[in-house]
């Protein structure tokens, strides 16, 4: 039986830690997390990547290549997040 995908939105998350205003947000699709899954490994209890994932500077020329986002801010921290749709 295939998974259906929860009602969620997912976005790649930047933010400081020193500066808690100095934020980024990009809208990740369906069909993009369903890729992004393949460079970053979610928990094995989280198929559709509802937990929040480090997105490591190492693979984001495959994260830019899934999201069209360009290039990372290097005083940013990146994390995927969900949150429930309206």
């Keep these: 039986m ?3 995908a ?3 939105v997912w976005s790649l998350d930047g933010f400081s830690k ?3 205003f100095l934020r980024t ?3 990740i699709s369906r069909e993009q997390i369903v890729k ?3 460079v ?3 928990d094995a209890d989280d198929p559709w990547m509802i937990y ?9 020329a495959k994260v830019e290549e899934i ?3 360009g290039s990372p801010d290097p005083a940013l921290d990146y994390m995927t997040s969900a949150s429930a749709a309206d």
């Design 52 to 60: 929040c994932y480090e997105v490591p500077l190492t693979a984001w």
């Design 6 to 8: 929860p009602h969620v």
């Design 40 to 42: 970053i490994t979610p």
């Design 25 to 27: 947000e990009h809208p």
């Design 36 to 38: 992004l899954r393949e």
């Design 2 to 4: 295939a998974m259906e």
């Design 18 to 20: 020193e500066d808690e």
């Design 67 to 69: 999201l069209q986002c």
